[in-house]
């Protein structure tokens, strides 16, 4: 099974691994809010982020350059959450795509390849 999102593989050319972050009860201080006696509030859970790390890999410039241009058009202006789905079909429905990082090189050898971490967030739910 590949991993996808929207049903779309954008990470199946190379290797990568899925990672949930932290989790757990969004907390602030009183100070924080503008109140200053001590104490903090829980202001329920976080929102779920899931955090994609890997490598890009293409047998030539202009087709790692395809596969950048395919994850990037993910990004939106207005998102829509779709499914995100790992390599071992553990899906997460709701997810929204909102952050892209690139590594600071492009290898190449017999192949070309970049490093990356994407991370979607269910938005607005726990």
Request: glycine content about 12%; charged content about 20%.
């Amino acid at each position: 099974m590949a991993s996808s999102f929207k049903g779309i593989d954008l990470f199946g050319s190379g290797p990568h691994r899925f990672a949930l972050a932290a989790q757990g009860q969004l907390m602030l201080t009183r100070l924080e809010l503008g109140d200053v006696s001590p104490g903090t509030i829980a202001l329920g859970l976080g929102e779920l982020d899931v955090v994609v790390r890997g490598r890009l890999v293409a047998t030539s410039e202009s087709a790692l350059w395809m596969l950048r241009d395919a994850v990037v058009a993910q990004l939106q202006e207005s998102p829509t959450p779709g499914t995100l789905v790992d390599w071992h079909g553990r899906s997460w429905p709701d997810m929204t795509f909102i952050d892209w990082r690139e590594g600071d090189r492009t290898d190449r050898g017999r192949l070309r390849s970049v490093a990356y971490v994407a991370v979607f967030r269910r938005v607005g739910t726990s």
